[in-house]
């Protein structure tokens, strides 16, 4: 069962329930999380006695009926303030001097850039409700984390590639979320942020001393995700294949040598050839 079905179907769960649903006392152990009430032990799907005390506290913060599961502590849990917070103001977007001040520095075409943010994040770099678009990918996190959550958080943890666990959009999110929960640095670590979707691991890369300053940045605005890729192409030596639209090379040290699979490189060109007739 999932939280939403409470919701919809106005249920009335025990705590006694979630002993024999570990996927909805994951959900419910990440959301709390999320909501600010860290959970001992992490969203690990078994409730106990850490969980009943986060969850007490979250009823009791907002005015809930303590053991009760319902419509009510479903709705406040699935409309909690969203970790980051909500941005209630418009987010900047780059202009065309942005992309053509970017363009003189890497001493490249602007359309070559503008192809980039096409092909990796449709021209955006935030969701509507100000959040900065991620995708978050689980090797990472299995590869970050010593493939220690492998067996109890499938979802966020596996030591190969499968696209079928992304679950896109903002839920990208709850995926993330859940990780932060269990290792907060591997999981930012573990998403790609922005505009530009740079993997969080790469954030030394992009000028950073910490993973924590490349996601403030990242949250920032899509001018400061523009200053992290150019320190990011310029220190993995991508400049070269942006000025000559040497897309496959481009492709294969961007997005790794699976780039193929995906028609990266033809993408890439397409986009390209759109912004270059203007």
């Known amino acids: 069962m999932k939280l939403e079905d409470v919701s919809v179907h106005d249920l009335k769960l025990t705590y006694d329930n979630l002993k024999a649903d570990r996927e909805l006392t994951r959900q419910i152990q990440t959301l709390v999380t999320s909501a600010g009430v860290p959970v001992k032990g992490g969203a690990d ?22 053991g009760i599961i319902n419509k009510q502590f479903a709705d ?29 520095t890497l001493n490249c075409q602007a359309a070559a850039i503008r192809a980039v943010v096409a092909v990796e994040s ?25 493939g220690q959550y492998d067996k109890s958080h499938p979802n966020i943890s596996s030591p190969v590639w499968d696209k079928s666990l ?84 481009f492709a294969k040290g961007y997005n790794g040598p699976g780039y193929a699979k995906n028609q990266y490189d033809k993408k890439l060109a397409a986009a390209y050839g759109k912004y270059s007739k203007g």
């Open 45 to 66: 799907g078994l409730y106990g006695g850490n969980t009943k005390t986060a969850i007490d506290a979250f009823c009791a913060a907002r005015g809930l009926t303590p």
């Open 76 to 104: 406040a849990l699935l409309n909690r303030p969203q970790v980051p917070a909500s941005v209630t103001t418009a987010i900047a977007k780059l202009t065309d001097q942005d992309f053509a001040d970017c363009a003189t």
């Open 122 to 146: 449709a021209g955006g770099g935030f969701f509507a409700d100000g959040r900065p678009k991620i995708l978050f990918e689980a090797k990472y996190f299995h590869k970050l984390t010593n």
């Open 166 to 249: 992304y679950k896109g959009g903002v839920r990208e999110w709850d995926r993330l979320n859940e990780a932060v929960a269990l290792d907060r640095n591997a999981a930012l670590q573990s998403a790609s942020w922005g505009l530009f979707q740079i993997m969080g691991a790469n954030y030394k890369a992009c000028g950073f001393t910490s993973v924590e300053d490349f996601v403030a940045a990242m949250q920032r605005s899509e001018g400061d995700q523009l200053k992290a890729f150019v320190n990011f192409i310029r220190s993995s030596k991508l400049d070269g294949f942006l000025r000559s639209r040497d897309w496959a090379s």
